[in-house]
């Protein structure tokens, strides 16, 4: 069957089930090919440009010697990476411990947040204070208080293991935040939505579970997971009440040799592990964007 509209572009040419390109569309996309193997070509030459002129620029500083002598000792490095990745995995432990935590209690404070009847006020107001409280307090003062003051209280039941602390207190600073991201799923769901789910007879609870967070879940991996980036370099901030992860063995190694070499290391160690999280996060944020048709 001939093409309908003949001088219209982009017309494919259907056989029977099979649709044929036309000639005019094997052309653009070899255009768009070209195109793409230019910008790819542009791109790498001014990347590997600016990489040089960076290198040259440092290498050819006054104090390069000093720096290279105190933070890329290769014979540190080797030296040193041992204890820092073995730190690493109480770091990484802690991370999957918290994350699970954090996204039960902000997903619980969104909905405490979320509830307008009169008689439940209270939870909505402690719910909202707790955002509140959380959030404008540093993550590293909440590591304090908690690594320093729930075993001053000598209370029965308190735990007193540093890593499960640091994982406490990480829980509480970073769920204020993931309730907020919660929250905004759950208000970016038309109103009109609700109103069919109770309209069909669907309670306020069944609502919510099937209609409103479903959706409202979807649209907020990406910034959840920008915020569990953060949280895994903030793990580091543990070591300041004193457990043996990745940072403190560094700080140890460092202390003993006056070598700030450990630290390139454990710096290293966080970008292995945040740039796949970073990079997975930009391929679903371009996913929803295309889904949505930006």
Partial sequence: MAERGGGRAGAEVTAGSTRVKSERQHERERIRRSQGRRTASIATASTFVFVVLVVWIVT????????????????MFVRALPDVLDGFLLNIKMFLIAEPLILLVGLLVALARSIRTPAFFPIRALATLYVDIFRGVPTLLVIYLIGFGLPALNLQGVPTDLATLGIIALTLSYGAYVAEVFRSGIESIHPSQVAAARSLGLSHIKTMRFVVLPQATRRVVPPLLNDFISLQKDTALVATIGPLEALRQAQIHAANTFNYTPYLVTSLLFILLTIPMARFTDHLAARTRRRRGA
């Fill in 60 to 75: 050819n500083a006054p104090g390069w010697p000093r720096v290279r002598e105190k933070f890329f000792d290769g014979e």
